[in-house]
């Protein structure tokens, strides 16, 4: 599928001897920000994200409205959740006034009053249960503040919301709906990934559940030479195999799955690794006495993939041509059971071949770690990255798709 882009939007505009200066444009960022005690910008990476577009649209003289979701208020207007200290960051960051209101203050008048290259933002959406439930006049209410439509929210695209699916409905018939710099470009980087590629694909994959990860390992099987498994997960795969994992977490009902995923790796001739030892503790605690060792004792848990393990991951990943990571390989916010999650960023920094990390605690491990200069691409959305290289239909991206 290919993406209706901001690219294509101006060529149309050009050929219709016009541009986007003066017009309004609403704009889907993903401004989840973490907020401090202060009710400040704690971590600013998303909004970075979005600067590109933004810069790019203001300096071609649109006005800009941009909308996003805070956290989860569940439809109820929470101070705590509010897009107040957003606008004051943008304010200071960009040196221009910004215009906070929320969508049912009528933003679309105040639409009209602005100048070029102004930026208006709304009140977090989700303050309103119509957002979420995919409203269509909560759409039309959106709709009404602006002549065209960029979605630029990578992280939310595999979400059925006004902001994201029903009110790009509104603008799509007259090609008035695209996709910004950010989307683009995760859009280019995560499709790379199943290409074919001259050399081996593998993919490494991490995080608590077999249940989150079972279809994205079944495609894979179509594209990888290697699998490489880390985390909680890795435990339901070796209880499947007859593995003593001690007190390990075992999702016991995903048990069956993951002797079949076995059985289809074996099938398509894919190598499946697990652990071979392990970093573990008697007990789930940040100060809890690490020990490595091949076999998990009765009253242990695995928190961390072994030295030799991390060995092996290593290997495979510097004789890879393409590398796709997703989940850590332990509970890497607590020292003694990082050092796994360590060895793979490292590894993927060291890769001469295409390396991404798609999103979520794994884009936090190599930004906290400070492993990222040689990393071919750092997604935005974990859950989004997930879904498409799933093959999931993305509601994000339907109606700006060139049709």
């Given at each position: 599928?290919?993406?209706?882009?901001?690219?294509?939007?101006?060529?149309?505009?050009?050929?219709?001897?016009?541009?986007?200066?003066?017009?309004?444009?609403?704009?889907?960022?993903?401004?989840?920000?973490?907020?401090?005690?202060?009710?400040?910008?704690?971590?600013?990476?998303?909004?970075?994200?979005?600067?590109?577009?933004?810069?790019?649209?203001?300096?071609?003289?649109?006005?800009?409205?941009?909308?996003?979701?805070?956290?989860?208020?569940?439809?109820?207007?929470?101070?705590?959740?509010?897009?107040?200290?957003?606008?004051?960051?943008?304010?200071?960051?960009?040196?221009?006034?910004?215009?906070?209101?929320?969508?049912?203050?009528?933003?679309?008048?105040?639409?009209?009053?602005?100048?070029?290259?102004?930026?208006?933002?709304?009140?977090?959406?989700?303050?309103?249960?119509?957002?979420?439930?995919?409203?269509?006049?909560?759409?039309?209410?959106?709709?009404?503040?602006?002549?065209?439509?960029?979605?630029?929210?990578?992280?939310?695209?595999?979400?059925?919301?006004?902001?994201?699916?029903?009110?790009?409905?509104?603008?799509?018939?007259?090609?008035?709906?695209?996709?910004?710099?950010?989307?683009?470009?995760?859009?280019d980087a995560l499709n790379k990934v199943l290409q074919p590629w001259d050399g081996p694909m593998v993919a490494v994959l991490g995080g608590a559940k077999v249940s989150d990860k079972i279809v994205m390992i079944e495609n894979f099987t179509h594209h990888c030479k290697d699998i490489l498994i880390g985390g909680a997960m890795a435990y339901t795969f070796l209880a499947a195999k007859g593995v003593s994992v001690?007190?390990?977490?075992?999702?016991?009902?995903?048990?069956?799955?993951?002797?079949?995923?076995?059985?289809?790796?074996?099938?398509?001739?894919?190598?499946?690794?697990?652990?071979?030892?392990?970093?573990?503790?008697?007990?789930?605690?940040?100060?809890?006495?690490?020990?490595?060792?091949?076999?998990?004792?009765?009253?242990?848990?695995?928190?961390?993939?072994?030295?030799?393990?991390?060995?092996?991951?290593?290997?495979?990943?510097?004789?890879?041509?393409?590398?796709?990571?997703?989940?850590?390989?332990?509970?890497?916010?607590?020292?003694?059971?990082?050092?796994?999650?360590?060895?793979?960023?490292?590894?993927?920094?060291?890769?001469?071949?295409?390396?991404?990390?798609?999103?979520?605690?794994?884009?936090?491990?190599?930004?906290?770690?400070?492993?990222?200069?040689?990393?071919?691409?750092?997604?935005?959305?974990?859950?989004?990255?997930?879904?498409?290289?799933?093959?999931?239909?993305?509601?994000?991206?339907?109606?700006?798709?060139?049709?």
């Amino acid at each position: 599928m290919a993406l209706f882009t901001i690219a294509d939007l101006e060529a149309k505009l050009a050929s219709e001897n016009d541009s986007l200066k003066g017009k309004s444009i609403l704009m889907r960022v993903d401004f989840n920000v973490p907020l401090n005690a202060e009710q400040e910008v704690a971590d600013d990476t998303r909004i970075q994200a979005a600067l590109p577009t933004i810069n790019h649209l203001r300096e071609h003289g649109a006005k800009l409205v941009l909308c996003s979701h805070l956290g989860r208020p569940k439809g109820n207007r929470n101070p705590k959740f509010s897009l107040q200290p957003v606008a004051k960051w943008l304010a200071e960051k960009l040196d221009t006034s910004i215009c906070f209101c929320d969508v049912m203050e009528e933003p679309s008048t105040l639409t009209r009053e602005m100048n070029e290259g102004q930026i208006m933002l709304l009140e977090n959406l989700r303050f309103h249960n119509g957002e979420k439930s995919n409203d269509s006049k909560f759409a039309e209410k959106l709709a009404l503040c602006a002549d065209y439509y960029i979605n630029d929210a990578f992280g939310v695209v595999h979400r059925k919301h006004s902001s994201v699916h029903a009110v790009a409905g509104h603008f799509s018939n007259k090609a008035q709906a695209a996709v910004g710099f950010l989307i683009e470009k995760e859009y280019d980087a995560l499709n790379k990934v199943l290409q074919p590629w001259d050399g081996p694909m593998v993919a490494v994959l991490g995080g608590a559940k077999v249940s989150d990860k079972i279809v994205m390992i079944e495609n894979f099987t179509h594209h990888c030479k290697d699998i490489l498994i880390g985390g909680a997960m890795a435990y339901t795969f070796l209880a499947a195999k007859g593995v003593s994992v001690g007190s390990s977490r075992v999702e016991k009902d995903k048990i069956a799955i993951a002797k079949e995923v076995l059985d289809t790796c074996e099938k398509r001739g894919v190598t499946l690794h697990l652990p071979s030892d392990h970093i573990i503790a008697e007990e789930f605690k940040e100060t809890a006495k690490a020990t490595e060792t091949e076999e998990i004792p009765k009253g242990s848990m695995g928190l961390d993939i072994g030295s030799q393990t991390q060995q092996r991951y290593r290997e495979i990943i510097n004789n890879a041509a393409c590398v796709f990571w997703n989940g850590p390989m332990g509970v890497f916010e607590w020292e003694n059971f990082a050092q796994g999650t360590r060895t793979i960023a490292q590894a993927l920094n060291d890769c001469p071949g295409y390396t991404i990390v798609g999103g979520g605690d794994s884009a936090a491990a190599v930004n906290q770690m400070d492993l990222t200069e040689n990393i071919s691409h750092i997604s935005t959305g974990g859950g989004a990255s997930l879904a498409l290289l799933e093959g999931r239909e993305l509601p994000g991206l339907k109606y700006v798709s060139k049709r």
